[in-house]
């Protein structure tokens, strides 16, 4: 399967002299997670799909410089932003799409005060512009029919209030959506933001993610959609305390696409 | 009586509003003692915020019973202050009902008082059931125990009292007018408290005089007292509520300010061309270095003081903070109550003082807000939505986990390691860069 991905890097544009259409940021967990590597790896299947001239920074991306940010150290995190700003700049991107909220709000808000101006999409955005232009179709396929819950990622949802991208494309699939009670500006979080993904939390009565599982649970679903790779590690882990992970998949909603066309 | 009630009146309102008005400015003094923030920016969105979130109660529907009980009090708040106009006018000048000459449109105006003070009654009532017999849970949590919990009850007596001497006074009044006593002539309509007229019945003049003044210097002197209390309670809000809304961020919520003390260091890491074994500028060395994020109310925004101010410790926020859902010790209530106890604290302190803040050796990091409460944020922006009036608690935890990371290196050890790795390997976790396209290949 992998080497029929194509996966340009803006350096490999430059050489040819030429300049992508799109910038996919890859992101930290796109790139080392393994399981945030399936859904970068969906995504790209959809973008080769759709023919999108699309480039990827490989090794000259870094971290963005979200989690330094959230967690105090702004000093990092300036020093992540204008590396990156630098590298992008020199390449003249003009667009760029990431399938990491987190990337998609730090580079969207806080890069231009730092001399960062680009359009930026998350990739549940910009699956369903390519959509409306006709370069992707979206079938059902094997999903057709089947009870999918969203988690809005806060980053996406309350952040930046896309709350519609991610639920028109998975009405394109022909699923039932169901809501969870607590849903769109009222989500509740699942537990990852704020760097909390890499230390424990604090002493309480419940971890967050197993709370915000219980009610994706309470819909019934078959699959709990995501957008987000962190959220996506945390709801999984959800599954897997409450033992259902053989009726429950934890998906994002570029897999699910790109798995109903069996890309 | 001559004009000595005038009088007494006059005084009575001197005093009432001078004492407010003198808390008032030490209000502002305390919210200026906050770090400057620009909010010139797009007025009119501003304007519009505070139209719709104050003014129009937008957020506050979002929970539809408690929004629908708000809204009744909140417009007999506003409405039956045009009676309270009236009032002051007959006071200072010793007539009785001075509006009353508008006729009709008189009788329509307190009969609507009328009614919507016996909706606030029945409200404040269900209020008060809601927080001392249904006990909801938002009203239950430990920063409610002690004052916080008193004080919510006071404001609630407080509007039963006021609402039952608006209806006493029109009852009596009602019941004077009907036995054509002198000075009672026939105004208004008085649709909830005719109800009241079988207990007046049969009372002498003289009797229904006194209860009628009773009731209405008591009224008004209840509504002074009330004025005076707000500075002192959580009831701040209905003041505070339309500069806050307007003052509220416009930006996505996802958006934090980059620091300008830390682009200017970093940007000079970043040019080749700066020497790093330059004098300082002039003047350099007088300069306070900056402090990098909060340890203390002074080091936040004003706008997160008058935030503090503003509160009304309904627990919106805290009911949807997953963190506190989940039993951490978190609550952006709390964020907010302590922020404004420890600013009222330093207040004293410039007051008992001179106008000089003399240091008290404590501070809100660590006196008032524990390392454990900033850690357990997730950022998720809960609380911020939640606000009916556009409360910003993550900024002020996002500034003290500054502090406590920038000046204190004090971020709990796995934070250190996740930072370590970006500052090395440009990740939070330990893999090399040069692995980053690796996936494509797997």
Same mark, same amino acid.
């Given at each position: 399967m992998s080497e029929l991905l194509k996966v340009p890097t803006m350096a490999e544009f430059m050489a040819a002299g030429k300049q992508p259409e799109v910038l996919f940021w890859v992101g930290c967990a796109g790139s080392f997670d393994d399981r945030a590597k399936k859904i970068t790896k969906a995504f790209v299947k959809l973008l080769n799909k759709a023919n999108v001239e699309f480039a990827v920074l490989g090794t000259e991306e870094s971290c963005t410089g979200d989690p330094a940010k959230r967690s105090g150290n702004e000093f990092l995190f300036q020093m992540q932003a204008v590396t990156n700003i630098e590298v992008m700049n020199a390449y003249e991107i003009k667009k760029i799409v990431t399938a990491c909220p987190h990337c998609f709000n730090t580079i969207k808000n806080e890069y231009p005060g730092l001399g960062g101006n680009y359009e930026v999409m998350h990739h549940t955005q910009f699956l369903k512009s390519l959509l409306s232009e006709g370069r992707l179709t979206i079938e059902g396929g094997q999903y057709k029919g089947k009870r999918i819950t969203f988690h809005d990622p806060c980053y996406l949802g309350r952040a930046n209030e896309v709350y519609e991208a991610p639920r028109d494309l998975i009405r394109k699939l022909d699923a039932e959506l169901v809501e969870m009670k607590s849903c769109k500006s009222r989500g509740l979080c699942c537990g990852a933001g704020g760097a909390q993904m890499f230390k424990e939390p604090e002493p309480g009565n419940k971890d967050i993610n197993i709370k915000r599982t219980e009610q994706a649970l309470e819909t019934k679903p078959q699959i709990i959609a995501a957008g987000c790779p962190f959220c996506n590690t945390m709801m999984t882990d959800g599954v897997k305390n409450k033992e259902k992970e053989d009726q429950v998949e934890v998906m994002d909603i570029a897999e699910l696409i790109a798995n109903a066309q069996d890309l | 009586m001559g004009i000595l009630p005038q009088i007494l009146f006059a005084i009575a309102l001197f005093i009432g509003i001078g004492y407010f008005a003198n808390n008032v400015r030490k209000l502002a003094r305390n919210i200026k003692l906050g770090q400057d923030v620009d909010t010139s920016d797009d007025k009119p969105q501003r304007w519009k915020n505070m139209a719709r979130i104050a003014f129009g109660q937008s957020k506050m529907v979002k929970r539809p019973i408690a929004g629908f009980l708000h809204i009744i009090v909140y417009v007999g708040f506003v409405i039956i202050n045009i009676e309270v106009l009236e009032i002051i006018i007959d006071g200072l000048t010793g007539k009785h009902r001075i509006f009353s000459g508008a006729g009709q449109l008189y009788d329509i105006l307190i009969g609507s008082f009328e009614l919507l003070a016996f909706a606030v009654l029945v409200s404040v009532i269900i209020f008060w059931i809601r927080r001392n017999i249904i006990k909801l849970k938002r009203f239950m949590s430990s920063e409610m125990k002690g004052w916080p919990k008193s004080d919510g009850n006071i404001i609630l007596y407080f509007e039963v009292v006021l609402m039952c001497l608006f209806l006493t006074m029109n009852g009596a009044d009602l019941q004077l007018q009907l036995n054509g006593a002198a000075g009672y002539h026939t105004a208004g309509s008085f649709p909830i408290s005719q109800w009241l007229l079988p207990i007046f019945d049969g009372l002498s003049n003289a009797t229904l005089i006194i209860i009628e003044r009773t009731a209405w210097w008591l009224h008004i002197i209840g509504i002074l007292a009330f004025l005076n209390y707000l500075y002192f309670s959580k009831h701040l809000h209905i003041l505070l509520a339309f500069p806050n809304t307007f003052y509220g961020r416009l930006k996505p919520k996802g958006q934090f300010e980059n620091l300008d003390a830390v682009t200017t260091e970093v940007m000079m890491m970043m040019d080749p061309n700066a020497d790093p074994f330059a004098a300082a500028p002039e003047g350099a060395e007088d300069e306070v270095p900056a402090k990098f /994020? !909060?340890? %203390?109310? @002074? %080091? *936040?925004?004003w706008v997160n003081l008058l935030n503090a101010y503003t509160c009304?410790?309904? /627990?919106r926020c805290t009911s949807e903070c997953p963190a506190n859902k989940t039993g951490k010790k978190l609550s952006p209530r709390k964020i907010m109550m302590d922020t404004r106890d420890r600013l009222v604290e330093v207040g004293q302190n410039i007051d008992a003082n001179k106008g000089e803040f003399v240091d008290d050796g404590k501070q809100l990091l660590g006196d008032y807000i524990t390392k454990e409460e900033l850690w357990a944020c997730t950022s998720c922006n809960a609380c911020v939505e939640a606000c009916p009036v556009s409360i910003d608690p993550l900024h002020i935890i996002m500034q003290m986990r500054q502090y406590l990371v #920038?000046? @204190?290196? !004090? !971020?709990p050890m796995e934070l250190n390691n996740m930072m370590t790795n970006i500052e090395n390997n /440009? !990740? &939070?976790? &330990?893999? +090399? @860069? #040069? %692995?980053? *396209? +690796?996936w494509k290949d797997e």
């Open positions: - | /994020g !909060a340890s %203390d109310v @002074q %080091d *936040l925004t009304t410790e309904c /627990g #920038m000046e @204190q290196s !004090a !971020a /440009g !990740a &939070p976790w &330990p893999y +090399n @860069q #040069m %692995d980053r *396209l +690796n």
